[in-house]
């Protein structure tokens, strides 16, 4: 018991070199040219794919409601400040992207300048980024769906497949069950 306790500075030593290892942007971009990645995708492709990221369907959908329920007609100041953030943050990209000039976007930034540890956590911070985009735009494409459906077919939608099981009640600030079965739209647009 008495060796475990000497050791136990060194172990933790020796634990956090490992969740602090760095590689350089030289070492990084030999491994890229040992195994260079195939790239299919050009300028148009990669810029569509942006865009559709950025814009998604959740601005036709949350930009009336913020226009109709918060902002009023201050709404294009709103879009102004939030034009002036999303500009920072491609200046910041831009700024990495010439320091650290290899594929992997902010998972390398981090890795050459903060360690191992903090590049997985922010791989997974990415992972978990764009899982919840992909199911709040799939909701909102879900509205347009049950609209579609009540427009064309002159019925209502069924709601035990077009609504979550659970809801969010903003006054008394908990959950509850909607008597639904699961968002089928929601979910065939998640698949694809």
Known sequence: MG?????TPSLIEEAWK???LRKSVD???????????????????????G?????GAGIFILSGNVAANFAGPSVIISFLIGS????????????????????GSSYSYIYTTMGE???????????????????AVSV????????????????SAEYRILSAPIAWNNTSENFYLTGAY?????ILSSRT
């Open 3 to 7: 060796q475990v306790l000497e050791r």
């Open 18 to 20: 490992r969740l602090t």
């Open 27 to 49: 070492d990084m971009q030999i491994e890229i040219n040992e195994n260079p990645l195939n790239r299919p995708l050009n300028f148009f492709h990669l810029n569509t794919l």
């Open 51 to 55: 865009l559709g990221a950025i814009i």
């Open 84 to 103: 002036l953030v999303a500009f920072l943050a491609a200046l910041s990209y831009a700024e990495m992207a010439s320091m650290v000039p290899i594929a």
């Open 117 to 135: 540890f903090c590049a997985w956590l922010i791989g997974w911070n990415l992972c978990l980024e764009y899982t919840c985009a992909v199911a």
């Open 140 to 155: 909102g494409w879900s509205t347009y769906v049950a609209s579609f459906i009540e427009f064309i077919g002159n019925t």
């Open 182 to 186: 699961f968002n089928l739209p929601a």
